[in-house]
């Protein structure tokens, strides 16, 4: 059965060294440095991580979030921010209903993905070469 998204939520894995095999159950995509896309579950499935909005959410990663202290944070790689809000430009096509929003922002204890998804998605730039 096709379920009805209200949320695309995007999260850090919370991880550093991206050489270490990750853990990336809790996400539907993980975005790796490199800008590869990788899909762990079907969109169809519902995956646990925030329950008030798991049934309608589609959840998102990016590889990192941490840095080599220890400390959370945005460590995206351009290439990997580039192929993250394709991403997420992609699903929102799909899913016209769906907001996109940050972890932090449904759950403000919680200091994921690292930086302002608005604010990010209202300041990017992609790189379009036009003629
Ligand atoms: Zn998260």
């Not at 990788?38 to 909005?53: C, F, G, L, R, Y």
């Amino acid at each position: 059965m096709k379920r009805h998204i209200r949320h695309i939520v995007v999260h850090s894995t919370a991880t550093f060294d991206p050489k270490v095999s990750q853990f990336y159950g809790d996400f539907h995509y993980v975005v790796e440095r490199s800008g590869e896309i990788k899909k762990i579950h079907s969109e169809n499935d519902i995956i646990k991580n925030i329950p008030a909005v798991d049934n309608e959410a589609i959840h998102v990663a990016y590889a990192g979030g941490r840095n080599k202290t220890g400390n959370l944070g945005d460590t995206r790689t351009p290439v990997q921010e580039e192929a993250l809000f394709n991403k997420l430009l992609v699903l929102s096509i799909k899913y016209p209903a769906a907001v996109i929003i940050g972890h932090s922002d449904l759950e403000a204890a919680v200091p994921c993905p690292g930086f302002s998804v608005k604010e990010w998605i209202k300041n990017y730039e992609p790189d379009i070469a036009v003629a």
